[in-house]
């Protein structure tokens, strides 16, 4: 078998393609969730907080050679962190959601015997005593 042969069918494998597409979307999602972050909640953040706009929070730690200032951007910090916990969240919401959908359906419980067993049982264990 060919390389190129060999490589087709790795390709091709179901758990590859799955993979593709999942990184794709969640590309895509994180975008989504960034922008959800920065454009809506921060703002609202950052209103509640007294009109603090976090995409400028910054420490000034003085002046490069050329001049320029150097920022510590601590609130861009935050809003990464923001992104993170709101994805790793939803993330897990929708795992949790798709775990349960696989699990079979829990059996319920036999219910008691019908009453002619019940009473052969008690025949049958009379039966035995003598």
Request: hydrophobic fraction near 55%; aromatic fraction near 8%; charged fraction near 20%.
């Amino acid at each position: 078998m060919g390389l190129a042969a060999e490589f087709k069918e790795f390709a091709m494998k179901g758990n590859v393609v799955d993979l593709a597409v999942g990184v794709i979307v969640g590309g895509a999602f994180g975008k989504i969730v960034s922008s959800m972050v920065a454009d809506v909640l921060m703002p609202i953040l950052g209103k509640a907080m007294g009109g603090v706009n976090f995409a400028t929070l910054a420490v000034d730690l003085g002046k490069d050679p050329a001049g320029a200032a150097v920022l510590l951007k601590y609130g861009v910090f935050l809003q990464s962190v923001f992104d993170f916990v709101i994805i790793a969240f939803v993330l897990f919401l929708a795992l949790r959601a798709i775990n349960n959908l696989k699990k079979p359906p829990v059996a319920a419980a036999p219910g008691a015997p019908p009453r002619q067993e019940v009473l052969l049982e008690e025949i049958r264990d009379a039966l035995r005593k003598r």
